[in-house]
């Protein structure tokens, strides 16, 4: 099972792929660390942030795609530009969307029976949220 994590910040859907086959974990490289929505008022640039995404789960046979929820309300809120990507990404017909809350996804990394020091991933810095993200997918 493939499964991508995602963070949003700002205008860009940072990704992270973790794939599960045998028990064995792996980290697929993709072609982008992120895709980014520019100008989010206009339906057409919402349009193609969905097809690049659609894209990316068709080219990389993901089966679902995991979220990290942001706040709503307070000081940590998002911008309504990353609510845009979040509905743009939720509306794929045919993709598995969830979204997690931060404190279950720290709850799940501390209960979780294999550990993987984010170092030894070779993704980048930016990426360590997307992949606990995807990596607690597989941690019930």
Known sequence: MRVCGVEIKGDDAIISLVALENSL????????????????????HIQKFQF???????????????????ATKGKFSGGSQGFKMEAAIQLIDGLQVELVRSNVINEKLKKAQVTIDFRDTGLKQFQQNAFETAFTFFNP
């Open 52 to 70: 690049a995404i659609k894209k990316l789960v068709e080219d990389y046979k993901i089966d679902a795609l995991v979220i990290k929820e942001r």
């Open 25 to 44: 974990y792996d980290i697929p490289h993709l072609r982008v660390p992120k895709i980014s929505l520019a100008k989010g008022a206009e339906a057409e």
